[in-house]
């Protein structure tokens, strides 16, 4: 057995890092895209199988080299078939990931962080406070893990940012997720199908636009009130809303498809007639789309969901004001793995079987 504590833990590497390490090996250039194959697109993890690799290589790596991803410790399912799931961390620690089943394809909802340090008022996640940024490896490897326990095909699931964390203040950790996810060799998602959620840090919206294949944007804005966005989002205060509105919008210039402002619905404090018309004039500004997320209640927080009518009534104003808007559905909510609730709350009630 290797000492797992010495040796370096391959998964996770770009396909440069493998580069250099073939090369330091006396190998040629092909080799790294192999092991880059093997570990990302074939989700094999003992070295000593990948047979495409002469044995003496094979050796090499195995004696310096461990392949570890996060591996599922525990999953609860929710009746709509909602699946949340504990994820072990190789370096240590734990998160959460999400599973969400629709008719065609699978929707995967991963975390960037253990815990998160913007501390939004109406989320639980913000409660567990800040412990650190996920690399690269821990972040695709919640995909592969995820990918393995559904089954879901290659090229069959979506994936979305929204578990625990703030990806944009993690931009490097994400940033190296997406050339691996992108990447042909590797998971070969389009980008279309990966969308970054963030409270909105317009230079870092800014440099994830700037990069070959920018992923969907989606912007949690909750209120477009300035004094209320403060005081239920107080991380992002220094945050100018011209400003978030301006990146939004370069973000979607040229794409096809618009960034999302996302609402997450509260009765009585972001869902009236002015809210719904200050929203209205963000989003033309931003010229982004909504999309009204249902409030996940817990007894921890002081907020309730906003009654159904209000909802509509509210995106029937977005609509009269030209505004695309569409309400989401809350998944998995019996579960506690809905938007908000990942917090670590009996996620490992239930193991799975082996
Ligand atoms: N930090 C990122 C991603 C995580 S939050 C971001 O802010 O976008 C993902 C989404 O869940 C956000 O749109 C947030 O507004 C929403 N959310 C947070 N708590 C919620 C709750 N209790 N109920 C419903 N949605 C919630």
Known sequence: MPDISAARNLYGSALAELGALVASLGEPPYRARQIFRAMYRRDALVPAGWSDLPAGLRRRLSERHVVRRPWVAGRRDAADGTRKYLLDLPAGGQVEAVAI???????????????????????????????????????????????????APHGAYNIVFMGMGEPLHNLRGVMGALEILLHPLGFALRPRRITVSTVGLPDRIARLASLPEPPRLAVSLVTADPALRRELMPAARAVRLEDLAAAIRAYGAGRRDRPTLEV??????????????????????????????????????????????RVHGFLRSLSRAGVVGTVRRSRGRDIDAACGQLAFTGAAAERPAR
């Open 101 to 151: 089943p629709a008719r065609e394809r699978w929707t995967f909802c991963i975390s960037s962080q253990i815990g998160c340090a913007f501390g939004c008022r109406f989320c639980m996640t913000a409660r567990l406070g800040f412990t650190r940024h996920l690399t690269p490896g821990e972040i695709v490897g919640q995909v592969a893990a995820l990918r393995a326990d559904t089954g």
């Open 264 to 309: 997450v619905m509260l009765a009585g404090v972001n869902d009236g007639p002015s809210h719904a018309a200050a929203l209205a004039r963000f989003a033309r500004a931003a010229r982004a789309k909504v999309n009204l997320i249902e409030f996940n209640p817990t007894p921890e927080l002081p907020f309730r969901p906003s009654p159904e009518a």
